[in-house]
Every structure is written in structure tokens, then in C-alpha cells.
């Protein structure tokens, strides 16, 4: 008993350590990216708005956090997270406004943002549900301390990549009129999205069909790339970012560091590596799955490769 109680707080005291320097490093990224890209935001109460919303981010994570870990539940994780964008969003159109009315550049990147959230997280919401779980959770989940970690990164997540966004909609100044970067932002999105969709779509129709059990998809988009759908999504906020080029000065260009986030967020950390990782261990011994791999892109596809 004295030896199982010990080891608990053995683990507890790792877990602590662990959470407390996550929550630190998110703490101090975010402070940076308040620092560099605020100074021509508008200001409320002493504050720049997107010092607001980088709490706003973090805050409706803990907020959930708090009944997720008692209930040991990732259920609505990606719902919250979905949630955050849009009040976000809401948030940041509104303080923009206290300077002077949103303009179309700021309700278009707006609309944008919320058309790709309520897609994606009622996606993930359902397959969820689906499903019962999500794999990437079973390991954190049974620590409350450990499981503050996945969301407290989802509220620099949401902050990172809608940064543009969030500069965009809460800068004092007059917005400059539409030109030919916003077209091609604009045009990037909807292929982005359209990709993105897409993916989604065809494997969870692939994953319907009994048939598939235990099988890779490798056909439709997913014969031209291993993860399309992360393709589209990188895709997608790429052209986001170029509504920021005729509007953005000095330090706001840091603001691009949102699809720099999103891609390796998505390539070297927890997308593309962990779900490789996956495929390995359920089929890395099959030679037709090995054949797909060496054949088939991680991410750009490659479309003379035939189907």
C-alpha cells in the first residue's frame, strides 16, 4: 500500500512538472505574439485586443478542461475547440468596431474562419461520437493534471493560427480596399477547404462500409497523398494569411506565422508523425500497405500517380 501510494505521487509530481512547463511555454509564445503584432491594435482598458483574445483561448480551454477531467471525457474537445474560433472571431469584430465599423476584408477573413470551424468541428464531433474515443487521449486522460496539457496547447492552437485573423479584425486603422493578394487568399481557401472537405468526406464514407475494416483508405484523393485532408488545411490558411499582406506593417507580418504553425504543427508534431506512426504499427508488415507508402506522398500530392 505504502509502495503503490508512493509511486502515485511519484507520478503526480512528473505529471505537475510536465504540465507546468507546457503551460509556461504556451504562456510565454503567446506573450510574444501579443507583444510583436499589438501595438496597432485597438486598445480596451489599458489592453490590446489581441492580448484579449489570447486569453479568451486559453481560458475557455481551462474552462472545459475542468468538467473534461472529472469526467475523464475528450468528447467535446474538438467541439470547444471549434467553439473558441468563432467566439474569437465574434470577439475581435467587435473591438475592431470600437474604432470604426468592420469592413468587407474584415467580415470576409471573419466568415472564412467560421465556415471552416463549424465544418471541422462538427466533422470531428461526430466521428467521435462515433467512435467512442480518441486514441491520442488514453494515455493523458486518466491524469486531470496531464490532461490539462492537450488543452491548454488547443488554446495556442486557436490563438497561432487565427492570428492573422485576430490583427486583421482589431487593427485602429482604416482597412486598405480589396486587390489581387486577396483574390489569390481568397481562391487558395476555397481549394484548401474544398480539399480538405473532400478527404474528410471520402474516408469517413471508406470507413462506413464494413468491408473496410481494419483496411488503409488508398483511393479518391487519398490515392494522391497519404493525409490530403492536412494538405487542404495548410492550404487553406495559407490563403488566409495573404489577406494580411496590403494591410500588414512592421512587427503585424509575424502574423504569418500562422501557416508556418499549422504546417509543422501538422507535419512534425502531433498530424502527420502520429498517425505514420499508427498506420506502422497495424500494418507496417503488410507489403501492398508498404507499396502505398513508398508510392504515395505524406502530404503534397502527386497527381500523375495513377489511382
Not at 14 to 36: E, P
Not at 171 to 194: K, R, T, Y
Not at 196 to 209: G, H, L
Not at 298 to 303: D, E, G, H, I, S
Amino acid at each position: 500500500m505504502i509502495l503503490e501510494l508512493t509511486i502515485a505521487m511519484d507520478s503526480t509530481r512528473q505529471d505537475l512538472r510536465l504540465t507546468t512547463i507546457v503551460v509556461i511555454i504556451v504562456f510565454f509564445i503567446a506573450a510574444l505574439m501579443v507583444c510583436a503584432v499589438g501595438n496597432n491594435s485597438v486598445v480596451l482598458k489599458e489592453y490590446s485586443a489581441i492580448f484579449y483574445c489570447a486569453v479568451i483561448c486559453i481560458g475557455i480551454q481551462w474552462i472545459a478542461w475542468i468538467p473534461a477531467s472529472i469526467g475523464k471525457t475528450e468528447r467535446f474537445y474538438d467541439l470547444v475547440g471549434g467553439l473558441t474560433y468563432l467566439i474569437v472571431v465574434s470577439f475581435s469584430l467587435w473591438a475592431g468596431s470600437q474604432s470604426e465599423p468592420p469592413s468587407m476584408r474584415e467580415l470576409t477573413v471573419s466568415l472564412l474562419v467560421v465556415i471552416w470551424s463549424l465544418r471541422l468541428s462538427i466533422f470531428l464531433y461526430r466521428r467521435i461520437h462515433r467512435t467512442g474515443k480518441d486514441g491520442r487521449f488514453d494515455q493523458l486522460k486518466t491524469s486531470p493534471i496531464r490532461f490539462l496539457v492537450p488543452w491548454t496547447i488547443q488554446g495556442l492552437w486557436v490563438f497561432l493560427t487565427m492570428i492573422v485573423v485576430i490583427v486583421i479584425n482589431s487593427q485602429s486603422d482604416s482597412a486598405p480596399p480589396f486587390g489581387i493578394w486577396d483574390g489569390l487568399g481568397l481562391s487558395l481557401w476555397v481549394l484548401g477547404f474544398g480539399i480538405e472537405t473532400i478527404a474528410d468526406r471520402q474516408k469517413s464514407v471508406f470507413n462506413s462500409d464494413s468491408k473496410n475494416q481494419g483496411k488503409w483508405i488508398d483511393s479518391g484523393l487519398w490515392s494522391y497523398s497519404r493525409h490530403p485532408n492536412y494538405f487542404g488545411e495548410i492550404l487553406l490558411w495559407t490563403g488566409i494569411g495573404f489577406f494580411g499582406i496590403s494591410c500588414f506593417t512592421g512587427l503585424e507580418r509575424v502574423a504569418w506565422i500562422s501557416p508556418l504553425f499549422v504546417y509543422v504543427l501538422l507535419t512534425k508534431v502531433s498530424g502527420i508523425p502520429l498517425l505514420d506512426r499508427r498506420a506502422l504499427e497495424k500494418w507496417g508488415k503488410n507489403q501492398e500497405y508498404q507499396k502505398y507508402r513508398d508510392e504515395t506522398p505524406a502530404l503534397l500530392p502527386r497527381f500523375g500517380k495513377k489511382s
